[in-house]
């Protein structure tokens, strides 16, 4: 009959031996570092939360736009924050992110950000979509007409 705390118990043999292989490649650290609220892009790093964006139409012909956003980064690690826009049609998409170098393990620090960023590129009369890290916005552009 096989016994709990028996030396010669195959599974608790196992079972000691996972333990200790664990351990090892986790360097003997037993704390655990909470996982960021932040996705990671396949490129290296960690994106911005978008929790608010505030379109500003710069006065100009054609139009110009700029977006207030705030909310939330991970900044454990020292790196570039980087700003990347794609536009198609009357859809842009922003990327806001911090660029960490792979194999880097930071420190667990999430802090509130304000930023403003110029959309590139102008803008025509028309509805257009703002995709900022997955935080979606509609924007309207057109002429004000009054009416008297």
Not at 27 to 47: C, D, K, R, W
Not at 61 to 86: D, K, N, T
Not at 121 to 134: A, E, M, Q
């Amino acid at each position: 009959m096989i016994e709990p705390g028996n030396p010669a118990n195959p599974f608790e043999w196992l079972l000691r031996l996972l333990f200790a292989i664990f351990v090892s490649l986790e360097g003997g650290s037993f704390t655990s570092q909470p996982e960021p609220p932040a996705v990671e892009p396949a490129y290296g790093g960690f994106y911005h939360e978008i929790e608010s964006v505030e379109i500003r139409a710069l006065e100009s012909s054609p139009w110009r736009i700029s977006l207030h956003i705030a909310g939330h980064r991970y900044e454990g690690c020292p790196g570039p924050v980087r700003v990347i826009q794609q536009r198609e049609g009357n859809t842009i998409y922003v990327e806001i992110y911090q660029e960490v170098p792979p194999n880097v393990r930071c420190a667990p620090v999430y802090t509130a950000f304000e930023d403003d960023i110029l959309l590139e590129g102008s803008f025509t009369d028309g509805s257009y979509l703002i995709d900022i890290n997955g935080y979606i916005v509609d924007m309207r552009l057109g002429a004000i007409t009054e009416s008297g």
